[in-house]
């Protein structure tokens, strides 16, 4: 079992940024690809990003490219999400999960993930 647990979010401008992180206990995730997806009010839950176990890859939603970073940090088994020149529409609850071992590749898709945290409410002000 892993438990995901995000924190970081809050209400920022426009233009702003903010660090999410996601924090794992149970076990390690050292040996997985993370992600990072978001799902705003009336909307279904949307990839943002992934990281591949050894951080040596990365691919992104092409509306936060340059902007958002994601990044990891094995020894500390935590997965962070820096997202700088914030928009409006950027506003959401952003969930952090782990990919599922079974899946290739840097996954996109939500349905191959196995394990999730609870989120953390983003909010842009315009």
Do not use: H
């Amino acid at each position: 079992q892993v438990q995901l647990v995000e924190s970081g979010g809050g209400l920022v401008q426009a233009g702003g940024s903010l660090r999410l992180s996601c924090a794992a206990s149970g076990r390690t995730i050292s040996n997985y690809n993370m992600g990072w997806f978001r799902q705003a009010p009336g909307k279904e839950r949307e990839f943002v990003a992934v990281i591949s176990w050894s951080t040596s890859g990365t691919y992104y939603k092409d509306s936060v490219k340059g902007r958002f970073t994601i990044s990891r940090d094995n020894a500390k088994n935590t997965v962070y999400l820096q997202m700088s020149s914030l928009k409006p529409e950027d506003t959401a609850v952003y969930y952090c999960a782990k990919q599922a071992p079974y899946v290739g590749g840097l996954s996109t898709r939500a349905d191959q993930y196995d394990y999730w945290g609870q989120g953390t409410q983003v909010t842009v002000s315009s």
